[in-house]
């Protein structure tokens, strides 16, 4: 169970590397399934349900989905926004995890507020039986674990490891493994430094940084030149970035480059954590606001 298949990056130019996550699994994608590794197999040890929560077009909420059609789990997912129950057979992310067997619950937006409360954790036991409950985004201690998986000693001769952050499980994993010459550097789809004290709580380790100006907006928002980017990424490398993630990472990466803040010598690996089912729920977006849509 949870065998990486490859363990190959992809060489962009002699300065900066791809390390394809995405590539591990076809639905469990990238971060997502080092998030749910240990997870799955402390989940398996006492529990037949997993409950988790997510927005109209997680990765998480369908990853788990997925997770819990291949291992055997019964799977609930609390959805953000009362109003999307009735728009499931045109949400793609939604309609996955469907598929997969995924009990969706809709709920508003301030009740979501309040989902990590102790009480509200207590109703959904009560409505739903014995549960094995994933936070948002998947990250928790044994996430961290996971994560802490993806690098190799191969991955020791890089001066500089990136990554997008959402809610900081996945960096936080690679600031505990790194080597010691290493500087891990993250940036984040979300406004605001509260993330630090997400990170904090997992690490002790002083080697990394958060580069705050690439979230174009915040969480889930992009313009045209951030389409334009990553249209041109896939064109000239035939590797697709994600909007909302990878892609605000590569271009911050390529900004910083040209603004000099590396050094001309130094090995850059960029960490590629999936998140590809996002593109299509973005293009309903971007079609319906008459935008270039990503290819």
């Not at 041109?232 to 480059?257: A, C, E, R, S």
């Amino acid at each position: 169970m949870f065998q990486i298949k490859f363990n190959k990056n992809l060489s962009i130019d002699n300065q900066v590397f791809i390390k394809p996550e995405y590539l591990i699994h076809p639905y469990i994608s990238g971060n997502k399934y080092r998030k749910l590794k240990y997870n799955i197999i402390s989940a398996k040890e006492t529990h037949h349900t997993l409950l988790t929560f997510g927005g109209a077009f997680s990765n998480h909420l369908a990853a788990v989905a997925s997770a819990g059609k291949e291992f055997g789990f019964k799977t609930i997912g609390i959805v953000r926004g009362e109003e999307l129950e009735s728009k499931v057979d045109v949400n793609p992310t939604l309609r996955y995890a469907k598929k997969c067997g995924m009990h969706l619950k809709f709920i508003t937006r301030n009740q979501y507020k309040h989902k990590a409360d102790i009480n509200f954790i207590s109703d959904l036991e009560q409505e739903f039986g014995d549960l094995y409950v994933i936070p948002e985004g998947g990250t928790n201690a044994l996430a961290v674990k996971g994560c802490e998986e993806i690098l190799t000693k191969e991955d020791h001769q890089f001066d500089y490891v990136c990554c997008s952050v959402g809610t900081g499980g996945t960096i936080s994993g690679l600031i505990n493994s790194a080597a010691s010459h290493q500087k891990i550097i993250g940036f984040p789809a979300l406004k605001g430094d509260f993330l630090k004290e997400e990170i904090t709580k997992f690490v002790t380790y002083k080697n990394w940084e958060l580069q705050t100006d690439y979230h174009f907006g915040g969480y889930a928002k992009i313009n045209d030149e951030l389409i334009g980017f990553i249209n041109q990424f896939k064109h000239l490398y035939d590797i697709p970035l994600d909007p909302v993630y990878t892609g605000k990472m590569m271009y911050g990466i390529y900004d910083l480059i040209e603004k000099g803040y590396f050094p001309k010598d130094a090995k850059i690996l960029a960490i590629h954590t999936g998140g590809l089912q996002g593109i299509e729920g973005m293009n309903l977006k971007l079609k319906q606001q008459k935008k270039p849509l990503i290819v």
